[in-house]
């Protein structure tokens, strides 16, 4: 077999295995732990939790593109309700290549098992989970952003209030890095609070066991690349 | 002339003795002309005087004086000194009174179910005074004189309440028009109160500014005195309450009661602050946009009572939530495994209804608690939030959820506030078992090394303060984890001579149970693990006490899956002892009996330790029946 035709089937293969760049974050100013760690931020009403699962690459409508991935529970600690409207999520992403921060725009919502095409909406005296996705596909061509800027706003009783958390990317040779965790049941879908920590990621759909869960799994297994 | 001045000298001696003598002899006989004064004006059994004396003409003082019920004949009032100003002018008709003035004594407020003794005998005295007393012909009922007491001690007597004592109060009793009236100054806690009489009694009823408290009920209409021991006010009064005599739905009455303080008998604290405004009309009693203001939060309430009941709506809007809360659940102190702390929010509406006797609770609201704690070892559970329904005196809890070690836990079920039936149904996402466990304080946590995520659903029933009533059904899982070193799978693996695997937290952990009483059966029990997985059944009683019985299966190696089957019919081991000191026995069954069960238990002697129990024959005992 000629050599070039080697060295191409090699680098294809190099290339089918090799893991697309993943970028695992944490709320900054926390100190290194285990889990991916909260930023908890409470109004007079409102509770907001925010977590990121980190900057990955999957495939969304048959196409690849780098998602991030937030999870927020928000717990409404009034008899009012509270909404957060698409327009005002996004993630401000300052890339690890400098320039000014890029803003991104709210891709996919899923409350739960419910996808939530409207505002995100919680009840009085009730707590509710989402999972945002940001999806921007050149976004880990540089490698994984440095930091990542949640912005959201509530309104509740007329009045909005903006919020914001600022996540920070765990380094590699963090003790805790997700990047030293062995692979995920993919079942259950989490390893110390990381979600499928080494396992690559496929098409984003919402995948339910029946099972009740705070955050449900929206990740099948990649298929061939052709 | 010397003879004339003698006999004026003598005269004027003798009159002076005369005088003298009939002074005295007045003097000593003016209990006696009293008493038949009293007699001829029918009021012997109403009024008693100990002693009098005549100090100088036209006074006549009265010592010891008694005031009784004109009904029951009991002490109502008691009169030190009694000065009565007489008036000689047409004496021959008898003496007039032209004033009376008191001085120290006691009076006594109290309600006997046919009205206020007091105020009865008052009246009867009143109208003795008024209708009996001497007349010139052609006359009317002479004028009463003016009643004036001071420094007269007044004692509240209400039941259930402790006597309230009104020292230094002055009384005037005097005539209003038609009527008699009499004020009440209160002597140093101040404020006054009228009493207007007509010629059938009681009329009306002012007060101003008077500090009352719950014995002040005693003055109250028989329909509002039960919800006055309900509420215990206390605050500063003003009361405008007309009556009519012998028909107590005629009663009207508006008020207000100021810098008010409430303590109800079924709220764990004060309700501090008030400006309750009031109105009473036809037989029903009612407060409308009342504030009361309590340790951290103000409650708007209004209020509507008659002699069958009352029915008390109740807002609370944005108040902090208190620990002390929880004492208005019934059976709360039955409820020592769940311990929330002060700090949070809570949002209340209520409607309380009692009549004849039974007492109904509708309302809805919500509540966020910054710190729970459950169970013997308080484990952590904090920013609850949930909402709260009541009806037909059931509790809802629609969907509570808080953070428990690193996860989240649901609540939802509801509370029968009769019977202390619950219902619950609860759920628990990504908890850390390694800092569940060391919430638990189950012995040994600090030192193990246990890891996982745990989920699980329940359903459960039972009754508050009644463990052996307990039923309930569920499964949790445990996955990502590290679990061989929680006792009993430590000693199963140093049953079977394993050394215990390295910590590759991929362990996972699935559980069927039931709970009945204070047992909880585990109906399916299956751990996989890269080094071993364990099959079975068995029971923990609430004590720690354990009964498992797994079927070990080796998953290391190539010949895992093979020998799956093959080794189920070999061995089944027997956890029994407790949680924190389990004991393991090795049962060999089915096809190889004996020599497996001897080689297991000779090994597990080498390795064992001592901790496992002696091997026993099998089927020593049997297994646990369906519970």
Known sequence: MPRPIISAALLLLAACTVAPPRGWYRPAGAPPAEGPGAHVEQDAGTQVEARCQGVYVNVVDGRRTASVHVQLEVARTAGSDVTLPRAALEVHVRLATGGPPAALALSEVFGGPRHEPDDLAVSGWTRRAFDLFFDAPGLLDDGPPDSLLLRWELRADGAATPGQCEFVRVPADDPFSPERLAPADEAFGYRSGWYLPSVPLGERRLRTSGEQRLHHLFHEPPGWPW | ?627
Request: charged fraction near 25%; glycine fraction near 12%.
């Open chain 2, 1 to 627: 002339m010397v003879t004339l001045l003698r006999i004026a000298v003598v005269a004027a001696c003798v009159l002076c003795l005369l005088a003298a003598g009939a002074w005295l002899l007045a003097d000593a006989r003016a209990i006696d002309v009293l008493r038949s004064e009293l007699a001829a004006r029918g009021l012997r059994a109403l009024l008693s005087v100990e002693r009098a004396d005549v100090p100088s003409p036209g006074l006549l003082r009265a010592h010891g004086l008694q005031l009784r019920d004109p009904l029951g004949g009991e002490e109502v009032a008691a009169l030190d000194l009694l000065e009565a100003q007489v008036g000689l002018t047409g004496a021959w008709l008898g003496p007039r009174l032209q004033g009376l003035r008191g001085t120290g004594g006691r009076a006594t407020f109290s309600h006997d179910g046919r009205g206020i003794p007091f105020v009865r005998a008052l009246d009867a005295l009143l109208d003795a005074l008024s209708h009996h007393g001497p007349r010139a012909p052609g006359e009317g009922p002479p004028p009463l004189p003016g009643l004036d007491f001071r420094d007269l001690d007044v004692t509240l007597r209400m039941p259930g309440q402790p006597p309230r004592e009104l020292p230094g109060c002055s009384v005037w009793v005097g005539r209003d028009g038609a009527g008699t009236r009499v004020d009440i100054t209160v002597g140093s806690a101040g404020g006054t109160l009228a009493l207007a009489f007509g010629r059938d009694g009681l009329r009306r009823v002012t007060l101003r500014d008077v500090e009352i408290d719950p014995s002040c009920a005693v003055f109250l209409p028989r329909a509002t005195q039960a919800l006055a021991a309900e509420l215990a006010p206390r605050g500063l009064l003003d009361l405008d309450l007309a009556l009519v005599p012998g028909d107590e739905l005629a009663a009207c009455a508006t008020g207000l009661l100021r810098q008010a303080e409430l303590r109800p008998a079924r709220l764990p604290f004060a309700l501090e602050q008030a400006t309750l405004p009031f109105a009473l009309e036809q037989g029903r009693f009612s407060v409308s946009d009342a504030r009361l203001s309590f340790p951290g939060g103000a409650v708007a309430a209004g209020l509507l009572a008659d002699r069958d009941g009352f029915t008390l709506d109740v807002d609370i809007a944005g108040a902090e939530f208190r620990s002390d809360l929880l004492q208005l659940i019934p059976r709360a102190g039955q409820l020592s495994w769940l311990r929330p702390e002060d700090g949070g929010r809570i949002d209340l509406q209520l409607r309380i209804a009692s009549r004849a006797g039974v007492t109904d609770v509708q309302g809805r609201g919500g509540l966020s608690v910054e710190r729970l704690r459950l169970g013997p070892s308080g484990v952590l559970v904090e920013d609850v939030v949930g909402s709260l329904e009541v009806a037909d005196r059931v509790l809802s809890f629609h969907e509570f959820s808080g953070r428990c070690a690193g996860g989240a836990a649901r609540l939802a079920g509801t509370l029968d506030l009769r019977t202390g039936d619950v219902v619950a149904d609860a759920a628990v996402f990504d908890v850390d078992i390694a800092r569940l466990d060391r919430a638990l304080e189950l012995p040994g946590a600090q030192e193990r090394r246990t890891a996982g995520w745990l989920e699980g659903h329940a359903h459960w029933e039972g009754r508050i303060g009644e463990p052996r009533t307990a039923r309930g059904q569920g499964e949790f899982s445990v996955r990502g984890g590290y679990l061989w070193s929680v006792p009993a799978l430590d000693a199963v693996l140093r049953a079977l001579t394993l050394a215990a695997p390295v910590e590759s937290r991929s362990d996972s952990l699935a559980v069927e149970f039931r709970v009945k009483g204070a047992t909880w059966y585990g109906d399916k029990l299956r751990l996989d693990s890269n080094v071993l997985s364990l099959f079975g059944d068995g029971k923990l009683h609430r004590d720690g006490t354990l009964d498992v019985k797994v079927t070990p299966v080796a998953m290391g190696g190539t010949v895992g899956e093979a020998l799956r089957y093959v080794q189920r019919q070999f061995v089944q081991l027997e956890v029994r002892g407790t949680w924190s000191a389990p004991v393991v026995r090795v049962v060999p069954l089915k096809a190889v009996t004996g020599p497996i069960g001897k080689a297991f238990a000779w090994i597990g002697g080498l390795f064992g330790g001592g901790d496992e129990a002696p091997v026993t024959p099998v089927g020593a005992e049997p297994p646990p029946g369906p519970p």
